[in-house]
Nanobody, 119 residues
Framework: QVQLVESGGGLVQAGGSLRLSCVAS????????MGWYRQAPGKERELVAT???????NYVDSVKARFLISRDNAKNTVYLQMNSLKPEDTAVYYC?????????????WGQGTQVTVSS
């Protein structure tokens, strides 16, 4: 079991920046995928970015060149640096961990942190 706690959300003007943090309750060095998802009001949750245990990152097209995902295994923490924020980035952002076991994959989620971008 992995508990995830996000922080760093808030209110920012368009064009501004925020850095989200996700602290895990145990070592993340062997967790196959860590990622950030978001859910805007009335919309489905969508993948924003993922990073593998080998530090390979992937992004949804709408955030490429603006967001950067990184991980610090020593601190059991994953970050999402968000730059050039737009009003359409407004959402609750959730941290996700995908843990692989010999029998199956497990998904763990944080409680979410609100990001609001004003125009």
């Amino acid at each position: 079991q992995v508990q995830l706690v996000e922080s760093g959300g808030g209110l920012v003007q368009a064009g501004g920046s925020l850095r989200l943090s996700c602290v895990a309750s145990k070592s993340i060095s062997s967790i196959a995928f860590m990622g950030w998802y978001r859910q805007a009001p009335g919309k489905e949750r969508e993948l924003v970015a993922t990073i593998t245990s080998g530090d390979t990152a992937n992004y949804v097209d709408s955030v490429k060149a603006r967001f950067l995902i990184s991980r610090d295994n020593a601190k059991n923490t994953v970050y999402l640096q968000m730059n050039s924020l737009k009003p359409e980035d407004t959402a609750v952002y959730y941290c996700n961990a995908k843990v692989r076991t010999p029998l199956r994959w497990y998904d763990y989620w944080g409680q979410g942190t609100q990001v609001t971008v004003s125009s």
